[in-house]
């Protein structure tokens, strides 16, 4: 009877792990549960970025085309009402014809202007300046592999 309370005693499993690796342990598991919901956050947010461009540019698509609707429809009526106070059509798409070629010219005299601007001593030296600096990461990058070609 002696030797099997020995036995008995024996074969009783070991004692729970101490507070601290139990801890540790669970504190694992969570992290490696939070981490891994950041990583399918992420991956959602990146496919609903990849469709929302998507539907970003047809978006900018059919604002497009409402626009271009919307001006050919106010020339229409704008051509309407001028050919009614003119009395004539060949008048009325004439007006309209030099109104629009005013339109063009100021849109051209405008872009000449701002080129203009591109073009002066302390744009030229901030553009330059913008584009070294956004150059430089990419060249830095360059360098640093012609530097580890070079030791292998």
Same mark, same amino acid.
């Given at each position: 009877?002696?030797?099997?309370?020995?036995?008995?005693?024996?074969?009783?499993?070991? @004692?729970? @792990?101490?507070? $601290?690796?139990?801890? %540790?342990?669970?504190?694992?598991?969570?992290? &490696?549960?939070?981490?891994?919901?950041?990583?399918?956050?992420?991956?959602?947010?990146?496919? $609903?970025?990849?469709?929302?461009?998507?539907?970003?540019?047809?978006?900018?698509?059919?604002?497009?085309? !409402?626009? %271009?609707?919307?001006?050919? /429809?106010?020339?229409?009526?704008?051509? %309407?009402?001028?050919? /009614?106070?003119?009395?004539?059509?060949?008048?009325?798409?004439?007006?309209?014809?030099?109104?629009?070629?005013?339109?063009?010219?100021?849109?051209?005299? $405008?872009?000449?202007?701002?080129?203009?601007?591109?073009?002066? @001593?302390?744009?030229?030296?901030?553009?330059? !300046?913008?584009?070294?600096?956004?150059?430089? @990461?990419?060249? /830095? /990058?360059?360098?640093?592999? &012609?530097?580890?070609?070079?030791?292998?």
């Amino acid at each position: 009877m002696h030797d099997e309370e020995g036995e008995s005693s024996r074969a009783a499993p070991s @004692p729970p @792990p101490s507070g $601290l690796l139990d801890e %540790v342990s669970r504190f694992g598991r969570a992290a &490696r549960q939070l981490f891994g919901a950041q990583a399918q956050l992420l991956a959602a947010e990146l496919g $609903l970025a990849r469709s929302a461009v998507s539907w970003l540019l047809l978006a900018a698509l059919a604002a497009t085309v !409402a626009g %271009v609707g919307l001006g050919l /429809t106010l020339l229409g009526l704008a051509g %309407v009402l001028l050919a /009614t106070w003119l009395g004539s059509w060949i008048w009325a798409l004439l007006l309209l014809a030099l109104l629009q070629v005013l339109f063009l010219l100021g849109a051209i005299a $405008l872009f000449r202007r701002c080129m203009h601007w591109m073009s002066l @001593p302390a744009t030229r030296s901030e553009w330059s !300046a913008m584009m070294r600096a956004g150059l430089q @990461p990419a060249e /830095t /990058t360059a360098a640093q592999d &012609r530097r580890g070609e070079d030791r292998a």
